[in-house]
T-cell receptor, first 114, second 114 residues
Framework: KAGVTQTPRYLIKTRGQQVTLSCSPI?????VSWYQQTPGQGLQFLFE???????NKGNFPGRFSGRQFSNSRSEMNVSTLELGDSALYLC?????????????FGPGTRLTVL | DQQVKQNSPSLSVQEGRISILNCDYT??????FLWYKKYPAEGPTFLIS?????DKNEDGRFTVFLNKSAKHLSLHIVPSQPGDSAVYFC?????????????FGEGTQLTVNP
């Protein structure tokens, strides 16, 4: 079974631009979560989508948004990029979002904002 | 407010010895805890988990201990191997959380020397 895939793997943007990142979950997984990883900060939860609906949201500004499609693929968008948005963005999928079930992470998209 | 803290950014041990990684949490609503391992350029990989109704869970060389009164958990790796060198993240899920949202610590870089 193929794992979680994220595209692109690396991205360089300049301040003020916007960016869209994509995540394809493991086949059959309906829950997709997004996390931001910066040095020394661990992984910060952005949001979770389940059955095309946002179910949980972390403490990030409105410039960060996401969506999920009927095939469970998810995208996240960051508008008006700031230098501090440079980070590794990780996507994780899990079965139906049932409590206690394991999340599987993709390799991440490394975003650099210049 | 960092609800999950890993106070040691790095740990170095000799091959064959025990590695002990520690994690503290502040939120008493957390009832499920996980450890993930992350290699560079890869997403985190699930290692082991423990529910708050237990105080120990073992899987091969990996054992997680939970001390609810101290709000502390630890991961023991015995014996440590060079291939265990990676960043280890502690994560927690709250009772009140539906779905898959996890709160992560900042990570501990484990280096196992041959």
């Amino acid at each position: 079974k193929a794992g979680v895939t994220q595209t692109p793997r690396y991205l360089i943007k300049t301040r003020g631009q916007q960016v869209t990142l994509s995540c394809s979950p493991i086949s059959g997984h309906r829950s997709v979560s997004w996390y931001q990883q910066t040095p020394g900060q661990g992984l910060q939860f952005l949001f979770e989508y389940f059955s095309e609906t946002q179910r949980n949201k972390g403490n990030f500004p409105g410039r960060f948004s996401g969506r999920q499609f009927s095939n469970s693929r998810s995208e996240m968008n960051v508008s008006t990029l700031e230098l501090g948005d440079s980070a590794l963005y990780l996507c994780a999928s899990s079965l139906q979002g049932v409590r206690y079930n394991e999340q599987f992470f993709g390799p991440g998209t490394r975003l650099t904002v210049l | 407010d960092q609800q999950v803290k890993q106070n040691s950014p790095s740990l170095s041990v000799q091959e064959g010895r025990i590695s002990i990684l520690n994690c503290d949490y502040t939120n008493s609503m957390f009832d499920y805890f996980l450890w993930y391992k992350k290699y560079p350029a890869e997403g985190p990989t699930f290692l082991i988990s423990i529910s708050s109704i237990k105080d120990k869970n073992e899987d091969g060389r990996f054992t997680v201990f939970l001390n609810k009164s101290a709000k502390h958990l630890s991961l023991h790796i015995v014996p440590s191997q060079p291939g265990d060198s990676a960043v280890y993240f502690c994560a927690a899920r709250g009772q009140e959380t539906s779905g898959s949202r996890l709160t992560f610590g900042e990570g501990t870089q484990l280096t196992v020397n041959p």
